[in-house]
């Protein structure tokens, strides 16, 4: 089989299947010395063509893993837009160091069902989409705690910190101390004005319409305890268009925050109001009441 062409095809919501995968395929390319394209299907619009490979493209396909499948909703498009023509390929699945359960499983059989020859697969540990930068991790013959940084900037200094420290309990205290200084927020800070949420609706939007139901159940919970008049809803992205004139406001969880830009735009058509939450901000809002109404009602105010 004389192969022509290397593919990089992959759905990411947050960056890290598409860095793999690019990897993956250049370092192919480079070793058979052919020319590398790329297939990004993350976006809606990409979703609305078919698509045809033939035995001569050799293709790396690349997906995350969520609650152990492939996401659900992009299920229906990888089942019936692609044509495999006999193309060996390579599947991939990201997971966030818990378990990629059956999404290996799935994806080539997807593979297969579409005519590709599922060659060779792999499972990779990569970063979650709720947990932006680990500093330090426990393996095997080690022990302790792990370090979880907010950003790539704070991650850089603890590992920084960690270079040549033999009592490592220093830094961790130290960088424990750091985060809690500046998370500390003044108790009036995070009261919310009831008033301005009174007849509000929000929608929070995911991948699969899961993730989202945790923090839109959140926000209803703690407006009911407050005597607050707020109406929330989850949903999977995709299937929102139609629902955006009936919210004031629509939050982006973590694995869909790549959308943010789309979004903006479908807001802007109907006068509404988008943001995307990071992994720990979006955690801390669906476990903290008087956060998730206090978070609602500074993006209303904008």
């Not at 089989?1 to 793999?20: D, P």
């Not at 268009?241 to 694995?255: E, G, H, N, T, W």
Request: aromatic fraction near 8%.
């Amino acid at each position: 089989m004389q192969f022509k062409t290397v593919w990089a095809v992959y759905y990411s919501g947050s960056g890290s299947t598409r860095r793999l995968l690019r990897g993956m395929a250049e370092a192919a390319g480079e070793a058979l010395m052919l020319p590398v394209r790329e297939l990004d299907y993350s976006r809606p619009e990409a979703r609305e063509k078919n698509y045809c490979f033939t035995e001569t493209d050799l293709v790396f396909w690349g997906s995350p893993t969520y609650a152990g499948r492939l996401p659900n909703v992009l299920l229906p498009f990888l089942r019936g837009n692609f044509s495999g023509g006999g193309a060996p390929a390579v599947a991939v699945v990201l997971y966030g160091n818990r378990s990629y359960d059956d999404a290996l499983k799935e994806l080539c059989e997807v593979l297969t069902g579409n005519g590709f020859l599922a060659a060779a697969g792999a499972a990779v540990t990569a970063e979650h989409a709720f947990a932006p930068a680990l500093c330090n991790r426990i393996d095997r013959n080690t022990g302790g705690i792990v370090i979880a940084a907010k950003n790539a900037e704070k991650a850089a200094k603890l590992n920084d910190a960690f270079q040549g420290k033999a009592d490592a309990k220093s830094v961790a205290a130290g960088a424990a101390a750091e985060a809690v200084k500046a998370d500390a927020v003044p108790a009036a800070a995070e009261a919310t004005a009831t008033s301005d949420l009174n007849g509000k609706r929000v929608l929070v939007l995911c991948q699969g319409g899961g993730t989202s139901g945790l923090l839109a159940n959140a926000l209803a919970k703690a407006a009911k305890e407050r005597g607050i008049n707020l109406e929330t809803a989850a949903e999977a992205y995709g299937n929102h268009v139609d629902m955006l004139p009936d919210f004031d406001l629509v939050v982006l969880a973590p694995q869909a925050a790549s959308y943010l830009a789309d979004l903006q735009k479908d807001c802007e058509r109907v006068g509404n109001k988008c943001v995307a939450c990071r992994g720990k901000q979006y955690i801390e809002l669906s476990q903290n009441g008087d956060k998730s109404l206090a978070f609602v009602s500074e993006q209303l105010s904008k």
